[in-house]
């Protein structure tokens, strides 16, 4: 069956299904769930049957493809992303008029609730780092190369960059490398071995915003720059369902780099009782960005060092 999309809230067939009689589609009828309508409204299903699984809170054919997905909540019961398909759908349940998206990419699901979400939500994208729309700060080139990443200037704001190297990643012999760069000649630069047997990219990204994070524990705002969206999604987001779940994936098995997560947890739940502002904004990596190429050159030397 062809999916139904949707329009001003109403579901259509493909032109192509045979056009049932009056009386057939009379005594076919049945009433959709009213949370359903609504949320057809701001959302496509493959079938009646998905869209009102999803009010229902259950998963639907379209999330068993196993692609990962970011369900961005802009109006509802608790904004925010998810990536557990159960979770956005306890967000909007029962929620009226909801707005939300399925995007394939967290950058364009933050897009999203920047233009679509209300105070809540704003509100939600500040604590998780992201600075909300209407923000009006100057804006500067981080590099003199044409293409250089714009950032805010933000004079009251302690701006550090992160990164993680690992040579021969993924292979026996692998050595990582933990790199922060808060500025040229800056004492606190952090270039050294990542610590522990596993000796992954993933590993070194997240010790190195763990090291910002112990440097800057008396700066009152601070935004971390890095280039991996891993890092920031389980800073800022998936932790959530990791921590409700025992730290357990939806399969049952153990969350990867848990420990590194948890510290990064702990360091900002810190600055959030103090009244600090922790901001997260991604870059990408091996560009023109000086302060991104700097914490590389940092974190490959200090995958080097023995």
């Known amino acids: 069956m062809p999916p139904i999309t949707t329009k001003k809230g109403q579901a259509s067939q493909s032109s192509a299904q045979p056009t049932p009689t009056t ?16 949320i057809l409204r701001h ?4 079938s009646r049957e998905d869209a009102e699984a999803f009010v229902a809170g259950k998963k639907t054919s379209a999330a068993a493809d196993g692609e990962e997905k970011f369900y961005a909540v802009a109006v509802g019961r608790e ?25 394939m990419a967290r950058d364009d699901a933050v897009e999203f609730i920047r233009a679509y979400g209300n105070e809540e939500a704003q509100a939600w994208l500040l604590k998780e780092g992201v600075e909300p729309p209407n923000k009006k700060a100057k804006k500067t080139k981080t590099s003199n190369e044409p ?5 805010e ?19 026996a012999g692998a050595t990582a490398g933990v ?65 409700k779940n025992d730290w357990k994936k939806s399969n049952g098995d153990d969350v990867l780099n848990q420990d590194l997560v948890r510290q990064i947890r702990a360091l900002i739940d810190k600055r959030d009782k103090a009244g600090y502002k922790t901001l997260f904004q991604w870059v990408k990596g091996h560009n023109t960005n000086a302060g991104n190429i700097a914490a590389d050159k940092l974190a490959v030397a200090g995958a080097r060092k023995r």
């Not at 293409?147 to 950032?151: F, H, K, P, R, S």
């Open 23 to 38: 009386a057939t589609k009379t005594s076919k009828k049945r009433k959709m769930d009213p949370n359903a309508q609504k």
């Open 43 to 46: 959302k496509s299903f493959t």
């Open 79 to 103: 904004p925010g992303i998810y990536a557990d398909w159960d979770e956005a759908a306890l967000a909007i349940k029962g929620w009226k008029a909801p707005k939300y998206k399925k995007f």
């Open 147 to 151: 293409g250089g990443d714009i950032i």
């Open 153 to 171: 200037d933000e004079p009251d704001v302690l701006r550090i960059f992160t990164d993680g190297s690992s040579l021969a990643n993924g292979r």
């Open 179 to 243: 790199g922060v760069f808060f500025g040229e000649g800056d004492e606190r630069n952090v270039s050294e071995r990542l610590g522990g047997e596993i000796q992954t990219n993933q590993r070194a990204e997240l010790t190195a915003v763990v090291r910002a994070l112990e440097l800057s524990k008396r700066q009152p705002k601070i935004r971390i720059f890095t280039d991996s969206k891993y890092t920031i999604d389980c800073s800022t987001n998936w932790y959530r369902s990791w921590e």
